[in-house]
C-alpha cells in the first residue's frame, strides 16, 4: 500500500480498508512465544539482548518510528515464554498478516510472534492483564534428554514429591510474600492472591504450576525453591505459614533456575481481544513439556 504525496490531515485507506487519518496511531497488541535462554530477560538494555530490544528493532525495521514497545512482564534472564502479550502505539497502516510475517522476518529464530491485531486505546499489555500461570519443571532422572534440558532443572537428589504437593496448598489465597520475592519486590505492596498452586508427578517431571492476577519479582521461582526445600527435608512444612506471616524473617530459601520456568498463560477481558487480527496460538503439542 502507498503512503506517498498524503497531505496533512488527509484520509487514506488504513490497515484493513478503513479509512483513518494519516499520521494517527494506534494500538497494535503483538502475541508471542519465546525460549529464553541467551535472552537478558525483557526490560531493554545496553547490549539489546532483551526482548523489548529485539521488538524494538524488528518495528524499526517494518518502518516503525514511534513509542517503544511494552510488555505483559519484566521476565528474568533464561525465563521462558509459551504466552506473552505486548502492544505498541504506531502509524504503521499495514495488514495485521504481513505485520506479523514482517516482524518475524525480522526477529531471532527463538522469538516468534503468532498474533498481531489492533486493540482498542485503553488496552494495556501489563496493566489489563487479569491473570498469569506459571509452571517451573524440575527432572529427576539421571539423564536430562538434550532436547528437553533447556527447559528444565535437573535435580540429582530425592523429593518427596507428595509432602511438595500437599504444602504447595499453603500458598493458596492472600499472603504476604515478602519473603519470597527480592529487595526490589519489597519497594512496593508485597501482599499477593495467589489462586493456584500445586505439585504434579509426571514421570521424571515434576512440575509446578502457580496462578495469580499479580507476582512479585522471582515470586514464583522462591516459592519452587520452599518447596523443593521441603521435599528434600531441608525445610519443614510447617515452616511455611510462619514465612507467609513474617514470623520467620531469618529463614531463606534459594530461588530455583529461570531456565525450568515458563510463563505459560496470561488472561485477558473480552474487551481486550484484537480485532482485523491475523495468527492464533498454536496448540500446546507445539511446546516443549506440553501436558
Not at 228 to 253: K, N, T
Amino acid at each position: 500500500m502507498g503512503k506517498t504525496d498524503y497531505g496533512p490531515g488527509t484520509i487514506r485507506e488504513g490497515a484493513e480498508g478503513i479509512g483513518i487519518p494519516a499520521n494517527v496511531t494506534r494500538r497494535l497488541r503483538l502475541d508471542l512465544a519465546f525460549v529464553g535462554t541467551g535472552v537478558s530477560g525483557w526490560q531493554a538494555q545496553k547490549d539489546g539482548s532483551t526482548l523489548q530490544d529485539f521488538l524494538d528493532d524488528a518495528l524499526k525495521n517494518i518502518g516503525h518510528n514511534g513509542r517503544r514497545v511494552v510488555g505483559c512482564s519484566r521476565t528474568d534472564a533464561g525465563v521462558h515464554a509459551r504466552a506473552f502479550t505486548a502492544h505498541v502505539d504506531t502509524d504503521l497502516d499495514r495488514p495485521s498478516q504481513p505485520l506479523l510475517f514482517g516482524l518475524n522476518a525480522h526477529l531471532p529464530a527463538a522469538v516468534r510472534i503468532y498474533r498481531a491485531g489492533w486493540v482498542r486505546d485503553d488496552f494495556h499489555a501489563r496493566y489489563s492483564c487479569t491473570g498469569k500461570t506459571y509452571r517451573y519443571n524440575i527432572y529427576r532422572d539421571s539423564v536430562v534428554p538434550p532436547f528437553l534440558a533447556p527447559y528444565v532443572l535437573r535435580w540429582k537428589g530425592t523429593l518427596d514429591s507428595e509432602i511438595m504437593g500437599l504444602t504447595s496448598r499453603t500458598f493458596l489465597g492472600e499472603h504476604d510474600f515478602a519473603l519470597f520475592t527480592t529487595a526490589y519486590g519489597r519497594t512496593r505492596n508485597t501482599v499477593r492472591t495467589v489462586t493456584q498452586c500445586r505439585v504434579e508427578e509426571r514421570g521424571p517431571l515434576l512440575v509446578l504450576t502457580v496462578s495469580g492476577p499479580s507476582f512479585l519479582h522471582r515470586m514464583v521461582r522462591l516459592i519452587g525453591g520452599a518447596l523443593v526445600a521441603v521435599g528434600a527435608g531441608r525445610l519443614e512444612p510447617g515452616q511455611i505459614p510462619a514465612m507467609l506471616s513474617g514470623h520467620l524473617p531469618g529463614c531463606q530459601v534459594p530461588a530455583l533456575p529461570a531456565g525450568g520456568l515458563a510463563l505459560w498463560a496470561i488472561a485477558y477481558p473480552p474487551d481486550a481481544e484484537p480485532k482485523e487480527a491475523f495468527g492464533h496460538l498454536p496448540e500446546e503439542t507445539s511446546f516443549p513439556l506440553f501436558f
